[in-house]
Structures are given as C-alpha cells and as structure tokens.
C-alpha cells in the first residue's frame, strides 16, 4: 500500500455531519495541533471527526471498515494534501465562483434536512438557523471544491497512447487474464403511455378543490400536503422544499413560484409529475423556497393501448424500410431523456461503455434480451418503470451488439482495458505530482508518525 495523495471529498466535510449534532452542545475539550502546511495548522479533533464520519458513512452503506492507526493517519495525510492543493490553486489563479458554492452548499442541505425531518428541526440541532449555517461554512465548502479542482484539471491533462494500453495488457501474466462475462449493446425507443382523459381531468378537478380550501376557506397548505400529497419526499414535511435553484426545478415549477410575491399561492400548475398547488416562502437571488401539493395523475387509468400501438408502428417501419434507421427514429420519437440524444444507445451506468454485462442489466431488461437470437433484432413492445421519471413505460429494444463469455483480449475489449490502464497510469501520475507539490510546501508534523506512515491505504 501507499501513501494518500488524493484530498477528503465533499461528502466527509464534518461540520456538517448530522451524527454529532448533540456534540455541538458539549464543553470544548482541550486540543491539539497535529500538522502545519505553511500557516495554516490542523487539529487532532479536526481528523477524528473526520474519520468517525467516514467509519459511520461506511455501516450506513453496508461496509465493515475498523478503526486503525493507518486510516487515522490517511486522513491526515488527506488534510495536509488539501492545504497543498489550495497553495497550488493560488498560483494557477484557480477560483470557484460564489454560484458554484451556493450550489454545492443547497444539495448538502437539503440532504441534511432529509436526515433530521425538517429545515426546523435542523436549526434546531445546530441551534443556528439555515441562513446562518451557510454564511458559517461557506468558505470551508469553497476550499474543498477549488482543491478538488486543481486535482481534476491534473487528471484530465493525463491521457494513455495505445502502445502503453499494450504494454500494460502484455505485462499481465496469460493465466492470469480475466473471463469476461457475456455483454451486449442495446438500444431502445421510450414511450410513456399518456393519461386517459379523464384521469387526467380529475387529478387536475381534485387540485383546483385544494386550491381553492388555501385560498378561500383558509386551509393550511403544509396540513392539506400531509394529507393529499403524491410527493413522497416532501408531504411528510407538509410539501416543504428547501432553498433551491430556479435550474434544480422543472421549467413549469419555475416559472409560477418566481411569478409569487412570498406567501403567495399559485394556481394549479401542470409538470410531467401531475398538478401542483405552489406557495412561495421565499425568494433569494435565483433561489425559491417553496411548499407544494402534488396530485398526480394515476397510473392505473393511463392509455397503455397507445403506447403499444406508437411502439409497434415504429418497429414495423424500422423493419420493414431499409431507409428507417433505428437511431434516428429514436432521437425523434423516445421520451427517454438519456438515450434518445444519442439514438437510443444504452450505456452501463456503473462504467459508461456501451457493452453491458449481462449479470448487470436490470430484471426487465435481462428478460428482453433472453429471447432474442441475433444481433439488430428488435423486440416487441414491452413495459417497464422509467427510472428517471419514475413512471411506467413502454419501449422496444434492439440488440445491437452480442459478445460471449472469453478470455480477455485486446480486440473485443480494447476500451475496458484502456480505461483500467488509465486509471492506473493517472493514480501514479497523481501521487508523483503531489509529492513534488509537497516539497515545495512547509509541512511540519506535531506528533509522531507511524513506522509504516509510507505504506498507508491510497483510496480514501
């Protein structure tokens, strides 16, 4: 093992973890410095935190990670690298703009407030309020994000030539090579069935009637969206929306709660979720915060007939007309928003490469697959849940590509190994290029490091 070269990610940042919020409320006990990077000093306390979060993020997400002397020291070796990067952002003049914070700040936010149950409950615990949160933390989110900026702008300067992919495959022992599983190349057309006329006409009669209980009777909004709201995420916190950018939010969203004075209710407003009942609560800059009612149209009285019917004219016409391509059809006719730019293509989510594993496809889709025979064969329409819009679906899928189970090779999976050779060529580059970076830094250590500090794990 060697030494972390690589700086702590956003998501380890501890003033912000949820988990010592009642630690807040204790007595300050007596500290230390451990480390200085030029004038800049860090704490011991400021690295425990820093490990208790990163071993309770580790259970939470199914992992058993220990404690250890050499993952204490790790995050050390973290910190000390972020104060490099920022002695390197200066001189390259690498900045990141107030707008990139703010957004980098509202997500962790709101996922703070998704752990504790409410914005209020959240000031609560910190026992300061939301707005005070951000002035206080803001700049400790702006240097994490210009530190991992300076990293990213190395990496993607950093590219492999084909002779060192060959270099790289050449060198792993023949017994050694991997089986690669059976992958294939797919592409789909996406159609969401539309609403039945009258489902859609009572879901949109049914959100006029509680607009009108705010509006005229005096009914509370948050009240009425514990009771009647379709929005999962928010009804619970009576369809409460934390402080978010006009972007984050669907155009039609957008539009009607900017058009608000604060308080101020909107009239039913139509997204591709349903209908929804809008109050604005406030407005900061480009940013609304906002409660709503979600009615959404239900999925049991959808017109499944014409999305069967679109899909199977479309598949008869790509089939039987040679000038009908597959790909153009789609970019045209797919409701999909990640494969239709790019003619239907699906790309493996985990990888990004067009060839899937087969074990790695979802059930539906692993079960389309199964009964075709041949490369450029088109399946029937078949239903699925669009995951992106979380609605049922129909689509037609063509296998463009089959691969059987083999050895690994340079020909059929060329690009599976570049990317693993790049990553390995990048992580070498990286760790030499901090060194240097290093050296040319005040590092001084206040506490004695561990025999094997040099051996210590790289992939935090």
Do not use: C
Request: without cysteine; aromatic residues 6%; glycine residues 4%.
């Amino acid at each position: 093992m060697k030494k972390t070269l690589f700086v702590l990610p956003l998501l380890l940042i501890t003033f912000l973890s949820l988990t010592d919020l009642n630690a807040q409320q204790k007595p300050v006990l007596a500290d230390r410095i451990v480390a200085h990077v030029n004038d800049n000093i860090i704490l011991k306390s400021d690295i425990d935190q820093s490990v208790a979060d990163y071993l309770r993020q580790a259970r939470v997400s199914g992992q058993s990670i220990e404690f250890s002397e050499d993952l204490w020291f790790n995050f050390l070796e973290s910190a000390i690298n972020n104060y490099v990067m920022l002695e390197k952002a200066e001189i390259d003049s690498i900045t990141v703009s107030d707008d990139e914070v703010n957004l980098q700040m509202d997500q962790r936010i709101r996922q703070l407030v998704s752990q504790a149950g409410s914005e209020r409950a959240l000031e609560q615990a910190f026992g300061k309020s939301i707005i005070q949160l951000r002035a206080d933390f803001k700049e400790d989110f702006r240097e994490q994000m210009i530190a991992q900026r300076v990293q990213q702008q190395k990496i993607q300067s950093i590219s492999i030539t084909r002779p060192e992919v060959e270099e790289f495959f050449n060198a792993i022992p023949v017994d050694s090579l991997p089986t690669i599983p059976e992958q294939v190349a797919l592409s789909q057309i996406v159609v969401i069935p539309p609403a039945k006329d009258d489902a859609k006409q009572a879901a949109y009669e049914f959100a006029e009637q509680l607009r009108d209980s705010i509006v005229t009777h005096g009914k509370s909004i948050e009240e009425l969206a514990r009771r009647h709201s379709d929005d999962r995420g928010s009804a619970a916190n009576g369809g409460a929306l934390p402080l978010m950018s006009l972007n984050e939010l669907v155009s039609e969203y957008s539009a009607a709660a900017s058009a608000l004075q604060p308080g101020g209710i909107s009239k039913v407003v139509e997204t591709q979720f349903g209908f929804h009942i809008i109050k604005l609560n406030r407005r900061v800059g480009d940013q609304i915060e906002t409660n709503h009612i979600l009615i959404s149209i239900d999925n049991e009285q959808l017109d499944e007939d014409f999305a069967v019917e679109k899909l199977t004219t479309l598949r008869d016409s790509i089939m039987n007309n040679d000038d009908v391509e597959f790909a153009s059809i789609a970019r045209k006719e797919s409701e999909d928003p990640n494969s239709a730019p790019y003619g239907g293509k699906i790309f493996d989510p985990q990888s990004g490469e067009r060839l899937i594993p087969l074990n790695r496809l979802d059930p539906a889709m692993y079960r389309i697959v199964l009964l075709m025979d041949e490369e450029g064969y088109i399946s029937e329409p078949r239903s699925f849940t669009l995951q992106s819009q979380n609605k049922k679906a129909y689509r037609i899928v063509r296998l463009d590509e089959q691969i059987p189970e083999h050895i690994a090779n340079l020909d059929q999976d060329y690009e599976r190994i570049k990317n693993i050779a790049l990553q390995q060529k990048q992580n070498r580059v990286m760790q030499q290029w901090i060194e240097d970076l290093r050296n040319d830094v005040y590092i001084e250590y206040k506490i004695d490091r561990p025999d094997n500090t040099s051996d210590l794990e790289t992939t935090l």
